[in-house]
T-cell receptor, first 115, second 117 residues
Framework: KAGVTQTPRYLIKTRGQQVTLSCSPI?????VSWYQQTPGQGLQFLFE???????NKGNFPGRFSGRQFSNSRSEMNVSTLELGDSALYLC??????????????FGQGTRLTVV | AQSVTQLGSHVSVSEGALVLLRCNYS??????LFWYVQYPNQGLQLLLK??????LVKGINGFEAEFKKSETSFHLTKPSAHMSDAAEYFC???????????????FGTGTRLTIIP
């Protein structure tokens, strides 16, 4: 069974550009969450999608957005990139099987460097 | 609001010695608690989770953790450290029960474990 797949693994962008990151969840998983990991701020929640709807959102500016498709694949987009957006972006998928029966499986992440 | 505090950003133990990584939580509702491990340039791998069943939770790679409500703690232990345990460990909390909109994990700042040969 394939795990969570994130593409690309590494990305270098210039300030002011925009970027789109992709996440394919584990087959059958319908919930996808995104996290940003930086040395200074640690792991921070960006947003969660379930059934193509954003269910929860972290404290990030509007430049960070996401979406989920009918096959549960998700993308996140960052517009007008800033140097501080350099980070490891992690995607996690989980299976909703009733209350309490869920755990998040993480992908290997996309390392974004903004220069 | 929920939060976790990991005491000690760096922990070093000798190979074969006891590993103890500390995590204290703060939650206004019964929490679900998790330990994840991250190897260099990798994502997060779940070690174990507490979801209000048994207070002593056994995970992968010989790790276990005990939920102590009176101490608001969920410390991670392993009786005998192995070189392959060198990694960064994260404690995380989420709301219980997990329903729509409650998938969010709040992570601690992490503890980097070094194993001394």
């Amino acid at each position: 069974k394939a795990g969570v797949t994130q593409t690309p693994r590494y990305l270098i962008k210039t300030r002011g550009q925009q970027v789109t990151l992709s996440c394919s969840p584990i087959s059958g998983h319908r919930s996808v969450s995104w996290y940003q990991q930086t040395p200074g701020q640690g792991l921070q929640f960006l947003f969660e999608y379930f059934s193509e709807t954003q269910r929860n959102k972290g404290n990030f500016p509007g430049r960070f957005s996401g979406r989920q498709f009918s096959n549960s694949r998700s993308e996140m987009n960052v517009s007008t990139l800033e140097l501080g957006d350099s980070a490891l972006y992690l995607c996690a998928s989980s299976l909703r099987q009733g209350i309490g029966r869920t755990e998040a499986f993480f992908g290997q992440g996309t390392r974004l460097t903004v220069v | 609001a929920q939060s976790v505090t990991q005491l000690g950003s760096h922990v070093s133990v000798s190979e074969g010695a006891l590993v103890l990584l500390r995590c204290n939580y703060s939650s206004s509702v019964p929490p679900y608690l998790f330990w994840y491990v991250q190897y260099p340039n990798q994502g997060l791998q779940l070690l174990l989770k507490y979801t209000s069943a048994a207070t002593l939770v056994k995970g992968i790679n010989g790790f276990e953790a005990e939920f102590k409500k009176s101490e608001t703690s969920f410390h991670l232990t392993k009786p005998s450290a192995h070189m392959s345990d060198a990694a960064e460990y994260f404690c995380a909390v989420s709301r219980s029960p997990i329903t729509f909109g409650n998938e969010k994990l709040t992570f601690g700042t992490g503890t980097r474990l070094t194993i001394i040969p």
